[in-house]
C-alpha cells in the first residue's frame, strides 16, 4: 500500500497522471461467476460465488484473506456491470441490486484490509504523522478510492461560448433582460444575472464534475477538466487550497509550500453558492456545505473525513509570517465549527442517511456493511459479531429475495471467520450459528466440496454432528461417491469411526421415527424376496454400505453387526423380504463382518442374531427359486432338457432342506427364555415367519416325493420338529390359529404314505 508524501496533498490522493489512470483493484479475469442465481446473463461464467470465497478462505493465509475476498467481490461486481450494461433489454430486475451488495462488500473488505496492515515501512509520513492521526488519513484514502464512477462533463473548449455569442448580438448599455453583460468570472455573482442556458447548464456540471474529482482525491484531474473547459483561472483558484508551512525536501532544505493567503481564499469561498460552494468546501474542509450534495453512507463520511483532517492540518501545519495579508472585515468566515469525534461522525453520517432514505428496505441491508466499515474504522471490532447477527436476524423478518439473503449470509460467514482468525475470539453461540446456516446454504446449493472447510470452525463434536446430517441427507448414492465424502474426513482431521457412526445412528434414529407402528402379526403380508424394494428401505439398506469405511478392528464391525441387526429386525417385522435379501447381497462383499459371521472363532450374541434373521430369508430366497424351477417344468418337452430339468431341481430341493435345517439349528429355532433381551423380537418373528416355513418346507416335500426318494417320510417326520421341545414350534402354530392347518397335511402325508407302502410306520 502506496502513501502520499508530506508535499502531496493529505486531503486529497494527487499521484501523477500516469497512475491516475490505473484501477484501484486488479481484476484477474472477468468470468468468476457462475449459475448461482440462474440468471441466463452470467450462466455462462466459469464458476460461481460459493467455490470462489471457499478457495480464497481455504488457500489464502489470515492476513491476506480480505485483501482477496475484495478482489473477489470487485470480480463479480464487474461481472453484474457487464451484465447490466451489455444485457440490452433483457436486465433482470435483482441485477442492479446484487451490483450494489458486492460493492458495499468489496468496499467493506477493503477497510478491513486496510485497517490491518502494518505501519512501518511508512517513511514519508516520518514528520508528518506526528501531527495527522494515520489511521483517519487511511479512512480518507479508502473512502475516495471507493466513490463510484462517474460520467465528467463534456469539454468545452471555448470560455462561456453562447453567452458570448449572445452579448455579440445584443446591445449591452440598453439590454433589460437577466444575462450578465461582462464576462470575467466574477460577473454573474457582482450583477446578480445569469449565463445563457446552455453555459449555465455546462457550468453546473462543469462544477459537479470538478466535485465528483474531488470526491476521489484526484485534485489533478480536476485541474485538468479546468483547463480544458478553458476556464484556467478556476484551476488557479482551486490551488488556492494548500494550508502553508514550511516542510524540508529532499535534501532536507525547508522549503516553504502551500498558500501564503490561505485566510483570505477561504473566506472568498464563503461568498459562492450552489454547487461550486460544494467543491469549495472540500478544498476548505466544510462540511456542512459538502452535505447538501452527498447521497450516499460513504459521501456523508467523506465529508466528514474532510473536515476532520483538515482541521489537524490547520492547527499542525499552519504558519504565518508578520507579512501575511489580513483578511477584510466583510470577508471574514461566518462558519459554525463543531468539533466532532469519530463516533459523532458516524451519528451524523447515520443521521443524514435515515433522513434521506427513510424505511429503505434496501438501505437495511446495506446497513450490515455499514456497521462492519464503522467498527473497523472505530478500532471495536469486538462489537461487530453481535451486530451483524441481530442485523440477520431482522432480515430474516423481512421479505427480501432469496438470493440477496444468500450474499448477507455469506458475507458474514466469511467475515465472521477472518476477524476470529485474526483476534483470536472466543467462539460465541452467534458465530457457531451464523456458520451453521452457511453451511446448510451449502448444502442446499449442492456446494459439498467446501463443507468441511467451514464446519472445522465449529467445535470438534459439533462438526462431527453436521457433517453426519449431510451425509445422512446424501440418500442413495453410489460406493465412489461415499469415499470421496468419507476421504474428506481425514483431510480435516476429524475422527473417521465417529461420523461413519453418527451418520448410521442419525438415518436408523429418523427412520424408526417416520416407520408406521407394526400392525398385528395376523395382518402382515410377507413380500416375495424378489420384489421390488420400497426407496425408504432402500435408503436405509444403502446406509450399510458406509460401515465398508471403517478400519478392519473388531470392535468397529461389532458395533456395525448391531446396526445391522436393528435394520434386519425392522425390516423382518414388517415381512420385508426383499429388503433382507438385499442386505444379505451386500454382506457379500463386506469382508470384515463376513469373517466375524463366519470364523471358526468364538461367536458374538450379535453374530448368532444375524445369523438368525439370514437363515429364515435364505429360506424364503431357496424356496422362491424351488418354486420357479418346478413351475418352468411344464414348459419343458425336449427329453435332454428334461434330464438337465430334473438335475437342477433335485439341487434346488436339497438347498430347500439344507436351508430349513439350518435354520433348526439358530438361536431363534431354540426354546426361548423369557428374560432372555431377544425374546418379545424373537416371538413376533417366529409367529410370523415360522409357520408360513413349515407350510413351505412341507409343500416342498410333499410335492417332490416322487422326484426325491425319501421326502415323502421326511414331510410326515416334520410333525415331530414341531413337536421337539427344544424347538417348541407348535407354540407358533397354536398362537397363529394354524395347528389344525398342519395336522391336516401330516394327515395328506400319512395317506399318501400308506398308499403307497401300505404302512405309515416302518
Known amino acids: 500500500m502506496s502513501y502520499l508524501s508530506p508535499h502531496q496533498n493529505s486531503l486529497l490522493n494527487t499521484p501523477s497522471r ?71 433489454s433483457r436486465i433482470e430486475e435483482n441485477l442492479p441490486r446484487f451490483r450494489e451488495l458486492f460493492e458495499a462488500e468489496r468496499n467493506t473488505w477493503m477497510i478491513l484490509y486496510r485497517m490491518q ?61 437577466q444575462i450578465v453583460t461582462e464576462l470575467d468570472p466574477d460577473a454573474p455573482h457582482r450583477q446578480s444575472r445569469h449565463l445563457v442556458q446552455n453555459d449555465e447548464q455546462h457550468e453546473r456540471e462543469l462544477n459537479r464534475s470538478i466535485f465528483e474529482y474531488l470526491r476521489r482525491g484526484q485534485i ?76 450516499t453512507w460513504e459521501d456523508f463520511l467523506w465529508a466528514y473525513y474532510i473536515e476532520l483532517v483538515n482541521r489537524k492540518e490547520k492547527k499542525h501545519l499552519r504558519w504565518f509570517p508578520s507579512e501575511a495579508p489580513a483578511v477584510e472585515e466583510e470577508l471574514q468566515i461566518k462558519r ?38 464503522k467498527y473497523t474504522i472505530l478500532d471495536q471490532y469486538g462489537k461487530i459479531l453481535p451486530h451483524i447477527s441481530a ?202 463382518i463376513n469373517y466375524l459371521l463366519y470364523s471358526s472363532d468364538g461367536k458374538e450374541p450379535a453374530v448368532y442374531e444375524f445369523l438368525s434373521y439370514e437363515c429364515i430369508v435364505k429360506f424364503f430366497i431357496n424356496y422362491e427359486d424351488w418354486e420357479a424351477s418346478w413351475r418352468r417344468r411344464s414348459l419343458i418337452s425336449e427329453v435332454s432338457a428334461i434330464e438337465d430339468w430334473k438335475d437342477d431341481f433335485h439341487t434346488k430341493t436339497l438347498k430347500v432342506k439344507d436351508s430349513f435345517q439350518n435354520l433348526l439349528s439358530t438361536t431363534i429355532a431354540q426354546k426361548l427364555d423369557e428374560n432372555d433381551q431377544l425374546y418379545h423380537i424373537y416371538s413376533r418373528l417366529r409367529c410370523i415367519y415360522f409357520p408360513e416355513i413349515i407350510f413351505l418346507y412341507h409343500k416342498v416335500l410333499f410335492d417332490t416325493h416322487r422326484i426325491v426318494e425319501g421326502n415323502l417320510k421326511e414331510s410326515l417326520h416334520l410333525a415331530d420338529i414341531v413337536a421337539f421341545d427344544d424347538h417348541q414350534l407348535y407354540k407358533e402354530l397354536k398362537q397363529t390359529n394354524k395347528l389344525a392347518s398342519f395336522l391336516k397335511l401330516i394327515r395328506k402325508s400319512s395317506c399318501e404314505l400308506l398308499k403307497i407302502t401300505g404302512n405309515v410306520i416302518e
Open 18 to 88: 500516469a497512475s491516475d489512470t490505473q484501477t484501484f483493484y486488479t481484476p484477474q479475469k472477468d468470468g468468476i461467476y457462475g449459475t448461482l442465481y440462474n440468471s441466463p446473463l452470467i450462466a455462462e461464467q466459469e464458476t460461481d460465488v460459493f467455490s470462489s470465497f471457499a478457495e480464497v478462505f481455504q488457500n489464502e493465509t489470515a492476513s491476506l484473506t480480505a485483501e482477496k475476498y475484495a478482489e473477489t467481490c470487485n470480480n463479480l461486481y464487474e461481472t453484474y456491470t457487464n451484465a447490466i450494461y451489455g444485457g440490452g
Open 117 to 177: 496492515l502494518p505501519l512501518s515501512g511508512v517513511d514519508s509520513f516520518a514528520r508528518y504523522g506526528e501531527y495527522l492521526d494515520l489511521r483517519q488519513h487511511i479512512v480518507q484514502r479508502w473512502l475516495q478510492e471507493t466513490a463510484p464512477p462517474f460520467a465528467s462533463v463534456e469539454t468545452v473548449p471555448e470560455y462561456w461560448p453562447h453567452t458570448l455569442k449572445y452579448l455579440e448580438r445584443h446591445d449591452t448599455k440598453t439590454s433589460s433582460d
Open 220 to 295: 489533478r484531474k480536476a485541474y485538468d477538466i479546468c483547463i480544458n473547459n478553458g476556464q484556467s483561472w478556476r484551476a488557479a483558484s482551486l490551488a488556492g487550497w494548500g494550508v502553508f508551512c514550511v516542510f524540508p525536501d529532499e535534501d532536507q532544505v525547508e522549503q516553504p509550500r502551500g498558500n501564503l493567503a490561505r485566510n483570505l481564499w477561504e473566506a472568498t469561498c464563503y461568498q459562492i453558492d450552489s454547487y461550486e460552494r460544494a467543491v469549495y468546501a472540500v478544498l476548505c474542509g466544510d462540511s456542512k456545505n459538502i452535505i447538501p450534495v452527498c447521497t
Open 336 to 373: 459554525e465549527t463543531v468539533d466532532l469525534n469519530i463516533p459523532q461522525v458516524f451519528e451524523r453520517a447515520e443521521g443524514h442517511l435515515e433522513m434521506r432514505y427513510p424505511n429503505s428496505r434496501n438501505d437495511i441491508i446495506h446497513a450490515i456493511y455499514h456497521t462492519v466499515q
Open 391 to 592: 442485523q440477520i436476524s431482522q432480515l430474516q423478518n423481512l421479505d427480501i429475495s432469496e438470493d440477496l439473503s444468500v450474499e448477507i449470509l455469506r458475507f458474514a460467514t466469511h467475515l465472521l471467520i477472518y476477524l476470529c482468525e485474526i483476534f483470536f475470539y472466543t467462539q460465541r453461540p452467534e458465530y457457531d450459528s451464523i456458520i451453521e446456516q452457511y453451511v446448510d446454504l451449502l448444502i442446499a446449493y449442492k456446494k459439498h466440496d467446501y463443507l468441511l472447510l467451514y464446519l472445522k470452525k465449529l467445535p470438534n463434536e459439533r462438526t462431527i454432528h453436521l457433517y453426519a446430517k449431510f451425509l445422512k441427507g446424501l440418500g442413495i448414492i453410489s460406493k465412489e461417491q461415499r469415499k470421496k465424502y468419507i476421504d474428506k474426513v481425514d483431510v480435516f482431521a476429524l475422527n473417521r469411526e465417529n461420523v461413519i457412526q453418527t451418520t448410521v445412528k442419525m438415518i436408523f434414529e429418523e427412520a424408526i421415527q417416520k416407520e408406521p407402528v407394526s400392525p398385528p402379526i395376523s395382518n402382515v403380508k410377507l413380500s416375495s424376496v424378489n420384489a421390488k424394494i420400497d426407496p425408504f428401505d432402500e435408503c436405509q439398506i444403502s446406509t450399510l454400505e458406509w460401515f465398508s469405511f471403517l478400519p478392519m478392528r473388531k470392535e468397529l464391525m461389532l458395533n456395525a453387526l448391531i446396526q445391522l441387526n436393528d435394520l434386519s429386525k425392522r425390516l423382518l417385522v414388517s415381512g420385508k423380504l426383499n429388503g433382507m435379501k438385499k442386505i444379505i447381497e451386500f454382506l457379500v462383499d463386506f469382508t470384515t
